[in-house]
Nanobody
Framework: QVQLVESGGGLVQPGGSLRLSCAASGYTFSTYAMTWYRRAPGKEREPIATISPSGSSTNYADSVKGRFTISRDNTRNTVYLQMNSLKPEDTAVYYC?????WGQGTQVTVSS
């Protein structure tokens, strides 16, 4: 079955950076698009970045466009989310998702 394991979250000051990773297994990673989601306190989980199976195409939510970069390494079955210029409103649990499955999430807290 699909297994997704996110890592890389933590506490960071406004303006700082973090890189999240999501290790995938249980399916043919290179044939599916991958999406990063986040759930902020009191809000619904929302998609924020998607990457095509080959990595040649990406899409971003307006709230993160220009600050976040999604990438993938199909040799490592891993998708990444580079987050720069972080803001307090980026505080959330971040998940990767595919085929209707999500991992356990990784907490990102942006605070001074």
């Amino acid at each position: 079955q699909v297994q997704l394991v996110e890592s890389g979250g933590g506490l960071v000051q406004p303006g700082g950076s973090l890189r999240l990773s999501c290790a995938a297994s249980g399916y043919t990673f290179s044939t599916y698009a991958m999406t990063w989601y986040r759930r902020a306190p009191g809000k619904e989980r929302e998609p924020i970045a998607t990457i095509s199976p080959s990595g040649s195409s990406t899409n971003y939510a307006d709230s993160v466009k220009g600050r976040f970069t999604i990438s993938r390494d199909n040799t490592r079955n891993t998708v990444y989310l580079q987050m720069n210029s972080l803001k307090p409103e980026d505080t959330a649990v971040y998940y990767c998702g595919v085929l209707g499955s999500w991992g356990q999430g990784t907490q990102v807290t942006v605070s001074s």
